[in-house]
């Protein structure tokens, strides 16, 4: 019977065990969030949307240059890589053959690789032939981490189309392309666009593709050929400053930054919810 | 149909222009380290002097400095990222505890990495520095130590969701035939989801360890950007992304610049090898 009852208590403390565990593996989300709360929102006021940082040792001073920046660099990966990456996820949920294998594993290992590496890329493709700093270069960093996003999520969402639905268009005499233009594609809509959510959620908070390709700008540049501020460069660069208002600016920004992203990420779950349920 | 033809072929065509973008990664990379592969040849690897000023360059410093904090925070964020699995895979499959908590490792895993460096500036680097002058140690406050906590919260999350999936591939009738059999839970788990997922765990503990050798800004920030070979857990150091994120705008010179683009293509080799193969396991785990 002891030997029962020592297994018993076994079970219970490595339940115990497991249980406290994973709390404690959150409590640093709480601690992030709680403190990047409390400090940035002293800061944060309509003047914090709307002005330019200011100089060291000055009061004040906000972020437009890294949210206008930020948003270029989104809207330019946005457009370099979603068509390329719907035309791979198209391809690759439509074949499946030796070569499609070998694109999938090129796609996870896209995927899983160093984000400054990516960085490197676009200085050797934007910035060294053009001769300096830019969005577009930025962007086209950021949209090498995009492309495996929307391929996957794209292959996805069209493998999970029923295939009656396919059927019903090519039996009223359909042509694939009509189908996919007219069936497939509204469809799908949805889970794509949740695919290209996560990618926005992912690349807004990136700092190091940016960081030589980017640059930063401490004013407000809409030329896609002119290097522009992000917000998470800003904070990177704000954060490392000896400046006390810098690193003021650097824990709004945080703020910011974070409210974005979990915007991105809530909105998404939303979006998939509501498409399942339709489906 | 000839516009279904078209459309088809176009497909195929993307898709060479996929494997395309890959191969001009690594030739890229390639051509640009040409010049530090051409001066240091081998003992670019086995090297331990980084001195631009010098034009002599060598990145052992990095390779240990970015092995050691890979497998400290590895090693750190184990028992906890084990724990998270078990609890959605195996103790609360359902319900709305279970959705609290992988709804927050969801959020932890979308936490920029830029801010997870800036928390650890202001709060994990002044902790770090009080025991440090209380074991009697040059209390910098940054380095390894430093860099691998913070890696280690930012892997729990990417370690679990892959080690949870794989639990949940477990056959309910095994686990089932071992409570019939008068298992309690901790024997279930112990002889038969381990065992049974042990290769897929396995994957996944390989693919974070991937995660936390390209991790850039978070361990840039706090790792102290030391370029010399690290002496223990408490000294400063540099892995190989931070020295890029670090000396890349600085580099003046055509070979410094080229022999941080050349620890760029090692970065890109080690962990092409290190995703293939745990790509490579998962896959052929999910298939039996």
Known sequence: MNSLRFKIIKDKVFEIFVIFLSFLSVVPLFIILFQIFIKGIKVINFEFFVSLPSPPGEKGGGILNALTGTLILILISLILSIPFGVMIGIFLAEFKNRFTDLLKDFVNILQSLPSIVMGILAYIWVVKPVGHFSALSGGVALSLMMLPLIIKSTEETLKMIPFTLKEASFALGASYVSTLWRVILPASAGGILSGVLIGVSRIAGETAPLLFTAFGNPFVNLNPLKPVESLPLLIFKYAMSPYENWQQIAWGGSLVLICIVLFFNIGLKFLVEKWIQKS | ?288
């Open chain 2, 1 to 288: 149909m000839k516009k279904d033809k078209l459309f088809f072929s176009v497909l195929w065509i993307t898709g060479f222009l996929f494997v395309f973008l890959f191969i001009l990664i690594f030739f890229s990379l390639l051509k640009e380290s040409f010049l530090s592969i051409k001066s240091f040849g081998i003992s670019f690897l086995t090297s331990s002097e980084w001195d631009p000023v010098a034009e002599k360059f060598g990145m052992l410093p990095f390779l240990v400095g970015t092995l050691f904090t890979s497998f400290l925070s590895l090693l750190i964020s184990l028992p906890f990222s084990m724990a998270i699995a078990l609890f959605l895979g195996e103790y609360f499959k359902t319900g709305s505890i279970s959705k609290i908590l992988s709804y927050a490792t969801d959020l932890l895993a979308g936490i920029p990495s830029v801010i997870y460096g800036f928390w650890g500036i202001y709060l994990l680097v002044p902790i770090i520095r009080k025991l440090e002058m209380k074991i009697g140690v040059p209390p910098y406050g940054v380095g390894i130590l430093t860099a691998s906590l913070v890696l280690s919260v930012m892997i729990i999350p990417y370690a679990s969701s892959i080690a949870r999936e794989i639990i949940k591939l477990v056959p309910q009738d095994l686990v089932e035939a071992g409570y019939s059999l008068g298992s309690t839970r901790y024997e279930v788990i112990k002889k038969i989801i381990i065992p049974y997922s042990f290769s897929g765990i396995f994957a996944g503990i390989l693919l974070s360890f991937g995660r936390a050798f390209g991790e850039t800004m978070a361990v840039t920030m706090v790792i102290g950007n030391y370029n010399f070979l690290p002496k223990s857990i408490f000294s400063p150091g540099n892995t190989m992304a931070s020295v890029i994120a670090n000396e890349f705008t600085e580099a003046t010179k055509d070979i410094h610049l080229s022999s941080l683009i050349h620890i760029g293509l090692w970065l890109f080799v080690i962990t092409f090898f290190i995703n293939y193969l745990g790509n490579l396991v998962i896959k052929k785990y999910k298939v039996k």
